[in-house]
Nanobody, 116 residues
Framework: QVQLVESGGGLVQPGGSLRLSCAASGTIFSTNTMGWYRQAPGKQRELVATISYVGNTNYADSVKGRFTISRDNVKITTVYLQMNNLKPEDTADYYC?????????WGQGTQVTVSS
């Protein structure tokens, strides 16, 4: 079984920054892909960014140039999402996701609110 625990959400003003963290525990394969998704009120959950076990990254067009996903150099089962130049439309619940083999796992989510 795999557990994902997110942290780092909160309230920030437009133009501000936040860093989300996700720590995975349990039976983790070395060949996994981790990522972040978000779901705004009344909208479907959408991809934000992913990072493969070899470090390949993928971003939604809406966050390119503003968000950066990375893995901890030591704790490779921990991923971060550095969010800069936040906009009100980035307001959502952010969920960590891990895929290994044919199975996917979700964290409980962390709320990000961008408002003045």
């Amino acid at each position: 079984q795999v557990q994902l625990v997110e942290s780092g959400g909160g309230l920030v003003q437009p133009g501000g920054s936040l860093r989300l963290s996700c720590a995975a525990s349990g039976t983790i394969f070395s060949t996994n892909t981790m990522g972040w998704y978000r779901q705004a009120p009344g909208k479907q959950r959408e991809l934000v960014a992913t990072i493969s076990y070899v470090g390949n990254t993928n971003y939604a067009d809406s966050v390119k140039g503003r968000f950066t996903i990375s893995r901890d150099n030591v704790k490779i089962t921990t991923v971060y999402l550095q969010m800069n130049n936040l906009k009100p439309e980035d307001t959502a619940d952010y969920y960590c996701h891990l895929v290994q083999g044919y199975l996917g796992y979700w964290g409980q989510g962390t709320q990000v609110t961008v408002s003045s």
